[in-house]
């Protein structure tokens, strides 16, 4: 599956020719634009539910990264609370102590 499904790819100079409102007309509808300067991608124009599609498919593919790269580095250790606190200096009594501004 490629990131932009349904292209059409144009000129710069085909771009100012045809306008903005063409070139948004065609996104809307669900035709991606690849604007090309020198036969060289240099922008596109998507609908705004497709980008908002792909920065979904972004965020949820930088939470898999993290889920499976915490599943390959579980080392089955757990700390509890009291251990940390303790590491720090703390326990759970000497932080109820601490007033509240």
Do not use: N, W, Y
Not at 33 to 42: A, F, G, M, Q
Not at 65 to 88: I, K, P, Y
């Amino acid at each position: 599956m490629a990131i932009l499904e349904h292209t059409q790819k144009i000129s710069v100079t085909d771009a100012a020719r045809r306008g903005v409102a063409g070139i948004v007309h065609d996104a809307e509808q669900g035709t991606e634009v690849i604007v090309t300067r020198r036969h060289e991608p240099v922008a596109a124009v998507v609908a705004f539910s497709r980008l908002a599609e792909l920065e979904q498919a972004e965020a949820d593919l930088r939470d898999l990264a993290l889920v499976m790269a915490r599943e390959l580095t579980d080392s089955g250790r757990r700390t509890s609370l009291d251990d940390v606190l303790s590491a720090f200096g703390h326990s759970r009594a000497s932080l109820e102590e601490i007033p509240e501004d």
